[in-house]
Each structure stands twice: as C-alpha cells, then as structure tokens.
C-alpha cells in the first residue's frame, strides 16, 4: 500500500507508476498492511483506515516540521536532507505508527525532483529564487 506526499507541504499524491510524477520532491512510502487496518474508498482505492491514516498523518506533520526548514533553506543541496529522511522515517514510523505483523515498512522511495548541487547564490540566482517562490503562491490550492 504506498503513501506518497510532497515534501515541502505533506499533500498527498496518489501513486501510479504508470504516470509521470509531477516535478517536486516526494517521499513514496509503501507498508504491507493486514486487510483489517485497510479499506476501500469510493474510488477503489485502498486506504488505511481512519485511526492508522490518523497517526500516519502525524508522523507525515513531524516529518514536514523538521525538513521543510531544511528544503526552504536554499544554501543547500538536497542531498545532505535525503541522507537524513531515510533514518528519521524508519525511526519515527516504527517508534508512532508501525504495527508488527499488521502494518510493516516495506520501502522508502524518493520521487521527483531532487537537486544534488546548487550553484553558489548570486544575485541572478536569488532573482531567479525569488520569481520561483512568487509563482508557488500564484498556484491554486489543491482540493
């Protein structure tokens, strides 16, 4: 059962592997989950159930609080905040939500879009940044 959600907000994102990921960064997590903690939406999709999705959703809040921070911060790369993202979701994910022989960790993924080097900030990089930044705002809200 995969869960998938943007870095820089928590929004979910359904998974096909058939469909190109749009290009943010995600994290796509997939557990091996007994059909007692899984249901079926009305649009055939398999969900957790309301109580797992709950604690999942707040590990998937701790997880924003502590990298957003880190991937707003544009003095760095991406690659020193994919280093930590597999050792915090493993250790909160097992310590908050994880069940053993209900709701196990299969996978961690990175998708998307990853900078593995960034140029050093000069003044047309900051433009360059701050018109970026202005068009996120402009982006309508998801539903």
Known sequence: MPEMFAVFDGRSENFDMLEPVRPFPFVLIRFLVRSDCYAENLDGQIILRRTY??????????????FLPLYDDNSTTDL?????????????????????????????????????FSADHTKMTKEFNKQIELSMKNLPKPD
């Open 80 to 116: 020193p905040i994919i280093e930590q993202i597999t050792p915090w979701l493993r250790q909160h994910l097992t310590e908050d939500f994880l069940i053993p022989d209900q709701i196990e960790l299969d996978a961690i993924s990175i998708m998307g879009n990853w900078d593995i």
């Open 53 to 66: 999705q709950k604690q999942f959703n707040r590990v998937k809040a701790q997880f924003i609080t502590k």
